[in-house]
């Protein structure tokens, strides 16, 4: 139960919500079990009307069948406001741990990421959670209501007969053992299920994501296939799950009918023997059957309790990690744009594969930095530190003369407009994925359409029948394109940051359409530092600073004419591209 301990502070915060439903279990059960008292009177008003031959007085049996009516009415009563009180209270704690784990995911870093799908992860926050609202909820409140009851039931027996009482509870030690046993086989399987429902999430997430590329290949039937096979894993996995559940059904028949069969047969020597009355035995039978619901659901429980286990374990996986890059200050205060790379090399985490090494150079506030080089070479990896996606291995970077981990991270990236290599628009309108950009601040149609036409996208919008309102689509993918790229550009200057980042963000565009938009951004781009990653020599000519990348390092550096003038690699490129 260690995994489910992290659950307390839940406990803690919804308290009122817990001991109301304690007290309100209480109290259904004392009015429903002293029913029991009522059937013991009435059995033995009828046995003595049958032994002593008297008349019957309907008055008596109606005056009793109305206290049983009103027990249970009030017995029910008591039982709905436990249920308002503890399944509300899971209800509290399923919406509190979602939102903690959505906003712990936003925590993590770029590294988390490359090593999770997104089917884990959205199986983590959907399924897990509401497999542990299950424990929160149900499972505690039916071990509420079988420790009340069992507790009540045991305090009433006993006043009657002790040895009748041992023997009516004589099956209950074997069934905790037995459930003892078989809940560690439902933990070991609830995790390999949840482990499979995940995999086969993931398949789904990511055959809908690619379905373009499926059809274009001609691929749907060996992606049928394969979540076929994982489907397949998945429901053998259930079904063996499912049948180790099983075994708690027929366990349960024996031990309620072993209690009944006791009851009849010692409570009937022991009404010959004249020490207990005749109606003894119906109120015991009354309570063996009272005690059948709260006993029949210990396996349920037991499994709603192990798979919660299993679901709060892989829940606390995600919760327990930590971001490598953290924010350790949140005081507010200008960015201006210098920056500074000092000997900076990078080894990403995941893979260990080096991608800068000993990278220095200097961009001035309002200065424009051009980056080419091959594929490969670490151009988005200078971006990926310079937006502290990562921290460097060795050496540093300094903005504004400050190291970048002590920057405040939030503000740094405000500060920043990024347009990245592999644009990602959202399944909104044109103009609320232009507005995305602005942040928390409210823009006026005037700015969005300002912005569009800066990233020479504006008559593309306005050719569209729903102008700014229409909708993009899944990733945009109602878009070329350079028009998602274009778009993405305008929501990047919309905030009017201090620092432009463009990864690579003009390849889809033809060049008189790139010439348009360099052309806009020339004024947009005075006073903000920019850094302009492309394999187009064309998109970085005009750059105060262009570096040549290879391998990881910088092998060149210089202005377009300083750089054509070495007549090396750049020169090359450039001769290439101008043929």
Known sequence: MNELNALKPYFIKYKWHFLGGILFVSLSTIFGTYQGIIVRKSTNKIVSIIGNQASFDSKVFIEFALIIIGLAITSGFFMFLMRQSIIVMSRHIEYDQKNQIYSHYQSLDANFYKQQTTGDLMNRISDDVSKVRMYTGPAVMYIANTIVTTITILIFMLQVNYLLTLL????????????????????????????????????????????????????EFFFSDQMQQKNEIYKKTSLKLTAIESLFAPVMALMIGLSVLMTIWYGGKLVIANKIEPGNITEFILYVFRLTWPFASLGWITSLVQRAKASQARINEFLNTKPIVTNTNFSIYPIIGDITFKNVSFIYPENQIKALKDISFHLKSGQTLGIIGLVGSGKSSILNLLTRQYDVSEGEILIDNRNIKYHNLQLLRKNCGVVLQEVFLFSDTIYNNIAFGAQEKLVTKSEVEFAAKQAGVYDNITGFPDQFETMVGERGVTLSGGQKQRISIARALINKPKLLIFDDCLSAVDSETETLILKNLKNEMKDKSSIIVSHRISSIKHADVIIYMNEGRIIEIGTHDQLLELKKNYFQLNQLQIK
Not at 170 to 191: E, G
Not at 193 to 216: D, G, M, N, P, Y
């Open 168 to 219: 009516v509870f004589f099956p209950l030690p074997i069934l905790s053992f037995l459930i003892y046993k078989v809940s560690n086989l439902i933990n070991k399987q609830s995790t390999s299920v949840q482990q499979e429902l995940s995999r086969l999430t993931s398949q789904a997430q990511e055959t809908f994501a690619s379905i373009r590329v499926i059809k274009a290949y001609n691929r």
